[in-house]
């Protein structure tokens, strides 16, 4: 190897990486490239893989969604045509760009843009080998060296002079082998292979709910069409089963439409400028209004005259209301039909609903500069905007929104609302007792289920969580925080008892949120708020603090993007710069 050859290492090989690799391919620089990943598969990661689909489970992304790749989806199933498995058989005649597909489909799809990519690094000149079935149990930053040292499983240490992590998603497990009946999360889903004749508690009503309702409902039943209606059918000796959905809001998810976009648009992100002068102007926070106005309210000035003028008054807690009063009013499954024909009709007439389109843009657009808000505006963005967003650019697949009617139809399905106060009881003979108060009649209930699963996604974890004592131990992170701009603000939580508040040497206050600190180019920092030159983290569970959407390929698409344009700049000097933006 040359001297100036520099040594990459990347852990996990799934989404994250597929797009971390697709960037690094275009620097002109002499890298060695080595992935390690856990299990034996490359590409697809847990969503796309058998750990967190099975044939029923369907994405909600469709192929002019996806950011580029090797070869675009329509593309890869033609070359595909007449090697897929009969469960994966695509009609091509009628297939589009705006349909979706299985996610055990899609993730072979992955996969095949990952060998695509190794086989293009090969005639590049650059070196990759992916190490399978390989553990890294440890992460060391060698600072004095200037290198990063893994640790294998088998113990083995290997030193970089550069480590991206993309080991993706982390669902709990404590205490699920102890308990009967009683799941922290649907993945794999091989474990809900059950056969009931009881009522099952979900909690959630997201996507995530919806991959365990599609699979219990297989493993209790059938469906079969009829006309053009879908039924449910209750297997013999299931005749009891059925599926209570948990909500805060007691609301089902919005439906995929037509995409006006095929991605999210990059010039929507808030430039550099536009952030350091708001930040001036707001006594050195970014503020949530401004973001509000600046990437939602004012797109509609010109699509949306009407809209426009209906909503330039409102604020992010009045636009929220009127946008939920809209949806409360009506039972969740009668509103769901109306979306369903509203979706349908925009997928035919190929018409964007525009303000659903724009909410998701905001979404993908608060994540970056999320970590400039003060402490008070990611309260206000957590606990009023971001449930609506979630509700709303879920964007549930046609086919899974059939078999929710189908269930709830013939009586096997149903959605209660469970507020911010609901609790679950895990109990030691089994399953969980659920306590909560209808907030229709304000009666309190506490009712017992013999199977729970939690659907409610992934946990956002603590620095304490991280899977890497080297980094911990030598504390080369630092917990993510954010700085109050009032102390009243903040010193009345602390009256409350908010464990999260806490302060300084010199009295200022901080609201710790979940994950580590990183910077714009996913840097790790320590806590004397130096960014980490060779150390890199792109997994969700631990930046979920400073980026509250960070779901979906655009955002592997756009993370990826700004670490390979540091490492560039990072390669280029040859030695630690000053910290910039993307």
Known sequence: MRKHTKKIAIIGAGPSCLYLLKHLL?????LVIEIFEKTGIVGAGMPYSAQGATPEHITNVSGNEIPPLVVTLGHWLDDMAGRLPQQFLIDRDNFTQYHVVPRLLFGQYLADQFKLLVEKAASGGKSIKVHLNTEIIDLTDCHEDE???LTLHSGKKMAFDYAVVCSGHRWPQAGESSRKGYFLSPYPPAK?????????????????????????????????????????????GSAKFRIVMHSRSGLLPAIRFHLRQPELSQDSLLTEAEIEANKRENGGFLSLDFVFDHNFKKRFQKSDPALYKRIKNLNVESFVELVM????????FQLFREEYEEAAESI??????FWKEMLAELSFTMNYPAKYLSAEDMLRLKNVLMPLVSIVIA???QSSCDELFALHDAGRLDIVSVGREGRVEPLKEGGIRYHYTDESDGKKHAKRYQTYVDCS???HLWMEDLPFSGLLQRKSVSQAVLRFKSREAAEKLVRAGDKLVVSNDNGD????VSGITINDHFQIVNEFGIPNQRIYMMAVPYIGGYNPDYSGLDFCEQASRCIVEKLAEVIQAGHPPLQAKC
Do not use: C
């Open 147 to 149: 290198k990063v040292e």
């Open 26 to 30: 275009t620097l002109e620089k002499e």
């Open 395 to 397: 964007f549930v697949p």
């Open 192 to 236: 809900l292979a059950l056969k009931v004749n009881h009522a099952v508690a979900v909690k959630g009503s997201s996507l995530t709910a919806i991959d365990a309702i599609r699979t219990l409902a297989r493993h209790n039943g059938s469906f079969e069409w009829d006309d053009d209606k879908l039924r449910f059918i209750a297997a013999e």
């Open 348 to 353: 035919d007439r190929r018409k964007s609903i």
């Open 325 to 332: 009063s809209m949806r409360e009013n009506k039972p969740p």
């Open 457 to 459: 996604g992934q946990p």
């Open 509 to 512: 206050y901080f609201l710790k």
